[in-house]
């Protein structure tokens, strides 16, 4: 009766443990999709701002309609992204042209003036930091989450989840390149 009891108390901490070591799994991938909801969040948030700095700029740089398509186009492409994978690629393009639009900009000196670019310059900034602690964040939560799903005990579980390492965020190698502008 007493070796019964003793069984049963092992078993029942063996539940227990392997309850818990599946919520750490499952609570690491959900960590993860928070994390990347909050990079998509700030991506939309400056989009959201770039119909403004366009519409802003298009009255003052006629001349410059190729960068401000090139913008334009970019942003598409991002709001159009369906994995992190084009997420990257799309905000890189969308970084090397706003970066080229704005070296653009200070050709024009009544366009600096403006109060409503300079404003929307600042809220883009802004959300570009915002981007940056968004991006580290999810990283965090990925190394994470790739911690538990490949060491032991959590290599078992994910295994039996079919749950894989996941990528970090990575910047683009032309997202490293100082944009070139020719005038």
Known sequence: ???????????????????YQYNAVKSARLN????????????QR???????????????????????????????????????????????????????????SENYPDLKANTQFTELMREISGTENRIAVARMDYNEAIRFYNIKIQ?????????????????QFRAEEKAKEVPQVAF
């Open 1 to 19: 009766m007493k070796g019964g009891t003793i069984l049963v108390g092992l078993f029942l901490i063996f539940c227990l443990f392997l309850g």
């Open 32 to 43: 993860v999709d928070a994390a990347y909801g909050q990079v998509e969040n700030q991506m």
């Open 46 to 104: 400056r989009a959201d701002l770039i119909p403004n700095l366009v519409n802003t700029v298009k009255g003052y740089m006629k001349h410059e309609e190729a960068q401000i398509k090139a913008v334009t186009d970019a942003r598409a492409r991002l709001m159009n992204a369906g994995s992190p994978e084009e997420l990257g690629a799309a905000d890189a393009e969308l970084t090397g042209a706003l970066g080229k639009l704005i070296a653009i």
């Open 151 to 167: 060491t032991f005990p959590g290599t078992f579980f994910a295994d039996m989840m079919g749950m894989r390492p996941l990528p």
